[in-house]
T-cell receptor
């Protein structure tokens, strides 16, 4: 079945540690996105990539980094510079302009 | 700056009732609008995508309308069921890059 796979489902970070969230899609979609969801707030865009080897900052990119070396993969690294990383992280993809965006099941990140 | 608002924040209805969820946006220059459903602790499930040139879109018991000039969209759910209980999110595409701007959602409870 085609879809978007995010792993792990739960992740814990120690102070000063970088952690990487995985997002893989087998939908052959060109564009991929990372959002952050906090309680009581809407989803906010962190980074997005419209094509392999290219990505752009979203509204809240500080403290995060991404790479897009393969079409099917768009990992997100939460660096130690991100002072409030506790949130639900959602990855999405879409085939192209005018097409709907589809989401994975999310990764919940907490601080130890 | 585009802002998306969903009212009410929460709604409780008896089973079988028809209901309308509201979404408003401040900038009428949108590309498309998408409605999602989110179950607790889960990712987003795409319900309907309305192209900017469309007035409405239907899928089963769901009907979404779009009035760009007034900055409004509605999601109509017919004959509601307990399984419809979830948070419903509205999001607008402000450009063809696929960047979504989300409302904070309406949490629906359908009582048996």
């Amino acid at each position: 079945d085609g879809g978007i796979t995010q792993s792990p489902k739960y992740l814990f970070r120690k102070e000063g540690q970088n952690v990487t969230l995985s997002c893989e899609q087998n939908l052959n979609h060109d564009a991929m996105y990372w959002y952050r969801q906090d309680p009581g707030q809407g989803l906010r865009l962190i980074y997005y990539s419209q094509i392999v080897n290219d990505f752009q900052k979203g509204d809240i990119a500080e403290g995060y980094s991404v790479s897009r070396e393969k079409k099917e993969s768009f990992p997100l690294t939460v660096t130690s510079a991100q002072k409030n990383p506790t949130a639900f992280y959602l990855c999405a993809s879409r085939e192209g302009s005018g097409q709907p965006q589809h989401f994975g099941d999310g990764t919940r990140l907490s601080i130890l | 700056k585009q802002e998306v608002t969903q009212i009410p924040a929460a709604l409780s209805v008896p089973e079988g009732e028809n209901l309308v969820l509201n979404c408003s946006f401040t900038d009428s220059a949108i590309y498309n609008l998408q409605w999602f459903r989110q179950d607790p602790g889960k990712g987003l499930t795409s319900l309907l995508l309305i192209q900017s040139s469309q007035r409405e879109q239907t899928s089963g018991r769901l009907n979404a309308s779009l009035d760009k000039s007034s900055g409004r969209s509605t999601l109509y759910i017919a004959a509601s069921q307990p399984g419809d209980s979830a948070t419903y999110l509205c999001a607008v595409y402000g450009s063809n890059t696929g960047k979504l701007i989300f409302g904070q959602g309406t949490t629906l409870q359908v009582k048996p």
